[in-house]
Structure formats: C-alpha cells, structure tokens
C-alpha cells in the first residue's frame, strides 16, 4: 500500500535539501539513490552502456553522458520503489521542488488501483497531448503516449515490475524504449512538483546534440511520411520490436502532435 518516493541525483550536488525538507513536511516516506555521473565518459564507454543505433533510430541523435548517466539514476531509483514492496513509486529528481499540495495530490494517486502499468506525470508537460477520447477523474487526465521530461512522476507496481532494469539503456533519455510504449501515461490536473533553480546537468551537452542532429525540412518530411506508411518500421525493425510497439510508440505520438499543432494553428488563425 502506499508510495515510496526516491529521490535521485549526483552525489555532491548540494541541490537536495530544499527538496528533503518538502519532503519531511509532506510525511511520505523517501530515500536517495545516488545517480551516476558519466558526463566525461569516453564515447566507447557510452556505447556499452548505450545502445547508441537505437537511440539514433528513435531520437535522431546519440544519447549524451549525461543523459545516460540519468536514465541508469532512474533505472536504480525504480528498482529501489519496486523492491520496497509499495504498491506505487514517486521518482524526484534531486532539483524537484514539490508544491503545499504535492503530498495530497501524492495521496490521491497512489490511492488509485488499476491493474494497467501506468505512469502519472505530476509536473507540467506542455508538450503531452490529452488524450481526444478519454476522459480524466478530476485527479488525474490520459495521455497520448509519453510527455517530454521525467523529473517528478508515479509510477505502480505492474509499471515497475515491466521496467526494463538490466541491459543496455535503450531509447530515448525519459522513458526507455519499448517499455514506453506498453504503458498508459497520465498527468496530475494540476501540477505538483516543479523545477529548482539549479542549473541543470543535462541542458548545455543536449543543445548541442540536437544541434547537430537538426533536420533539413525534406529529411524531416520523409521522416515523417516513412513512419506513417510503416517503412520507417520496415527499416529498423530490429529496433522498433513488435509493429504494435511501433504504432503505439510512434505513429500514435506522431499522429497526437499532428493533430494538436493543426488544432493550436487554426485556433491562432480563428483569434487573429
């Protein structure tokens, strides 16, 4: 029953207290998990921890040190909520500063029993897209598919029991691949948790990832066309896994943020 919430982040950082003071004030029960640094790790160092040609395939880009030095800190911190025996896991980041309603909002949750793995994001995410068809609980509102960012979320047991906790990192640095697209995600109506103002570890080296790994327009268009017809699946299939993983890990997404960026479009066009 309940929520253990893990807090994860590199030693040393200084940015936690804040973070385990709102912590003791809520009366939720937490530990760290000390994360890993490999900000300075050499390339081949990477690519065993990595799979580098997945990350490529699914986020056009390597995964950065940093990024993989996150994505093992969340790795160990679900392992250590699942092996607590709760039913539900709080994952923090170490510069997460909760809200006065974090620890109610928190409550609320973990009270839900669903036997789907799920996921509740519990700060904002303006790039999720709501679901079209399903319809929240006043706590909680569906997703289509993962949000960007990871730095305060639930997750219950059947989520943690599916995480993938050996091997190499595999997908994208917030949510690996294919256990993403095998979960349901929601969000909290209103956010609880939100940013420090610590400067974060991960920003500087991820710019300049995507910078390099920045799509003309008519690469990104065939992208785009090959993964609606399904020849992007066809091509990397050894990557992708199952054509359902694929269409809801990918098409689905895609089509989402499609739909919500015609839908903003003409409502700016509509107030102009």
Known sequence: MGALVVVVGLPGAGRRGPLERALDAAGLPWRAVPGVDLRHAPGAALHALADQRAARVLLRRDLTGGEVGCALAHREGVRAALASGYEWGVVLEDDARPTAAFGATVRAVTARRTARPTVVL????????????????????PLVGPADGAFGYALNRPAMAAYPLHGAVRGVADWPWAWSARVDFWRTDAPCVRTGDAASTLDVPRRAAWAVAHEP????????????TGLRYLR??????????????????????????????????AAA
Not at 125 to 140: E, F, S, T, Y
Not at 245 to 269: C, F, I, M, P, Q
């Open 217 to 228: 327009v008519p690469r990104r268009a065939a992208r785009i066309a090959g993964a609606v």
């Open 236 to 269: 990397h299939r050894d990557v992708y896994g199952s054509w359902r993983d694929y269409v809801r890990g990918e098409v689905r997404v895609l089509a989402a943020h499609g739909w919500r960026r015609a839908a903003t479009g003409w409502r700016r066009d």
């Open 122 to 141: 519990l700060h904002a995410a303006p790039r999720a897209v709501v679901h079209p068809l399903r319809r929240g609980d006043g706590v909680v509102h």
